[in-house]
């Protein structure tokens, strides 16, 4: 079956450090790929999509692009901030037409510090 | 977009008993979806939620133990029943990724067996 799988945290970064957290998936077909991020006693938010391949998400300085031949969409940022701290998830879905469930990943947490 | 309310937003229960969870969202969708966050953990798909017919429950939850009613395309609810400890986790119900556009999830329901 369909599946998610990134690198194992916790990552502890200083500030202004450059981020790069693996992705990888399984699945037939061409899924849509997200990441979505959950702070510390918050909901969970999308960071960023992609919906096909070769394309790249972006949103607040993250970047992921959707590599098909490797199967991957490794989330990266230039320079990160205390304020990053999180917990950040890879996901799919396979749904093109209608609504359907996104199987994540287990997560990695981030810690940045001053 | 879809905007999703869930509650309570949190509650700490007696082990053996049962607590249900409501999510309505503001728009008919066809399929909605639960999810358990446990402690540290990722999101794992419970069960999915068809108007009209029975839930299709993911390898390792029954029905019996997390009972779902979907009377209708724009409110959902889950049981947990007959509660222990173990059950201590964040509940989430969604609307699926539809291509080109996000995940909605409701903000979860934080619940602690005690």
């Known amino acids: 079956g369909d599946s998610v799988t990134q690198m194992e945290g916790p990552v502890t970064l200083s500030e202004e450090a450059f981020l790069t957290i693996n992705c990888t998936y399984t699945?037939?077909?061409?899924?849509?790929l997200f990441w979505y991020v959950q702070y510390p006693g918050e909901g969970l938010q999308l960071l960023l999509k992609?919906?096909?391949?070769?394309d790249k998400g972006s949103n607040k300085g993250f970047e992921a692009t959707y590599r098909k031949e490797t199967t991957s969409f490794h989330l990266e940022k230039g320079s990160v901030q205390v304020s990053d701290s999180a917990v950040y998830f890879c996901?799919?879905?396979?749904?093109?037409?209608?609504?359907?469930?996104?199987?994540f990943g287990p997560g990695t947490s981030l810690s940045v510090i001053p | 977009s879809a905007v999703i309310s869930q509650k309570p937003s949190r509650d700490i229960c007696q082990r053996g008993t049962s607590l249900t969870i409501q999510c309505q969202v503001d728009?008919?969708?066809?399929?909605m979806f639960w999810y358990r966050q446990q402690p540290g953990q990722s999101l794992t798909l419970i069960a999915t939620?068809?108007?009209?017919?029975?839930?299709?429950?993911e390898s390792g939850f029954v029905i019996d133990k997390f009972p779902i009613s979907r009377p209708n395309l724009t409110f959902s609810t889950l049981t947990v029943s007959n509660m222990s400890p173990e059950d201590s986790s964040i509940y989430l119900c969604?609307?699926?990724?539809?291509?080109?556009?996000?995940?909605?999830f409701g903000q979860g329901t934080r619940l602690t067996v005690v």
């Open positions: 969604s609307v699926g990724a539809l291509a080109n556009t996000e995940a909605f």
């Open positions: 699945a037939t077909g061409y899924p849509s």
């Open positions: 992609a919906t096909k391949a070769d």
């Open positions: 996901a799919l879905s396979r749904m093109k037409t209608s609504y359907d469930k996104v199987i």
């Open positions: 728009s008919q969708v066809t399929m």
């Open positions: 939620a068809n108007q009209g017919s029975e839930a299709t429950y």
